[in-house]
């Protein structure tokens, strides 16, 4: 298939939707996640007039399959089909969906193959799909977040696991030296170089020691051990931190409307994910 301006062909591709927009009269911008090409955005052209399709009632959650052309970062995307069963999300599941669409729409780099992402997006969906299934078991149905609540661990493991395939951090394994943290050791995170032994990194500048923590809480981080006390709170903190600083001042809104809702509910956020009292000392 031959496409249009510049006369590439056509690549056929499976995505999931992460975004879209209208654009101009009656068409849209949508962005894919795909496991070939990564975040892909394309104009889907006359996807909104008289003759309904696919890409008129875009979903999230919905995997597609589409054909793409054009050489520069925003392609054209043609035959735009379903690609068999998504998830219908509600609730507290949809809007961790959305979250994790946001995030993925906002950090990661265009046409950059990144599998792993693409994997992880896909077991998340499968794993949010089962949280909604036995929250709606529940008499009644959970309005907030606790910290015993699996969406919230769930968060949390998806933006640990993101942010390290970005590259963001370092992890929670080794120090910045790459020796195996200790547990019985206190470290400091520092923002340009990662874990440092309390003593080592005493001579550092104040405005880069970010974050204080035991190694054996995190060693509980990275094994996603939510049931260790101040677990929760170290990993949200670290991930906010390394987020919010590659998006440089941009709002996450799907954010904002997770705090909002768990302010809403029975459980304020500070208890939803406990920390410490100087929320840039984590203990045991």
């Known amino acids: 298939m031959t496409g249009r301006g510049g006369g590439s062909s056509a690549v056929a591709q499976q995505g999931w939707l ?34 309904r399709s696919a890409a008129d009632s875009l979903q999230a959650f919905q995997p597609y399959i589409f054909s793409q052309y054009g050489r520069s970062e925003l392609k054209t995307f ?5 690609a068999g069963r998504g998830f219908s999300l509600k609730g507290r599941a949809a809007l961790v969906g959305l979250y ?48 015993q609540d699996p969406l919230l661990w769930l968060m949390r493991e998806f933006e640990l696991a993101l942010t390290t395939a970005l590259g963001l951090h370092p992890g929670f394994s080794a120090d910045a030296a790459g020796n195996p943290i200790s547990p019985d050791s206190r470290y400091i995170f520092v923002s340009t170089s990662g874990w440092l032994e309390e003593a080592e990194a005493k001579d550092e500048p104040a405005h880069l020691r970010v974050v204080s923590a035991s190694g054996r809480l995190l060693l509980a981080v990275g094994e996603a051990n939510w049931q260790v006390g101040g677990a929760l709170g170290l990993a949200r903190e670290l991930t906010s931190l390394v987020i919010d600083r590659s998006l440089d001042g941009r709002m996450i809104n799907t954010r904002q409307l997770i705090q909002a809702a768990a302010r809403l509910g029975a459980v304020r956020p500070e208890q939803a994910e406990p920390i410490t009292e100087d929320p840039g000392n984590h203990d045991d």
């Open 100 to 147: 994790f669409n946001e995030l993925l729409y906002l950090l990661l780099p265009v046409e950059e193959q990144v599998p792993e992402i693409h994997s992880l997006y896909t077991s998340s969906l499968k794993r949010l799909n089962s949280c909604a299934e036995d929250s709606a078991r529940e008499i009644p149905a959970p309005t907030a977040f606790s910290a």
């Open 18 to 51: 992460l975004h879209g927009r209208p654009y101009r009269e009656n068409s849209i911008i949508a962005t894919m996640l795909t496991a070939s090409s990564g975040k892909v955005s394309g104009v889907i052209h006359g996807s909104r007039g008289k003759h």
């Open 78 to 82: 043609s035959s735009l089909d379903f």
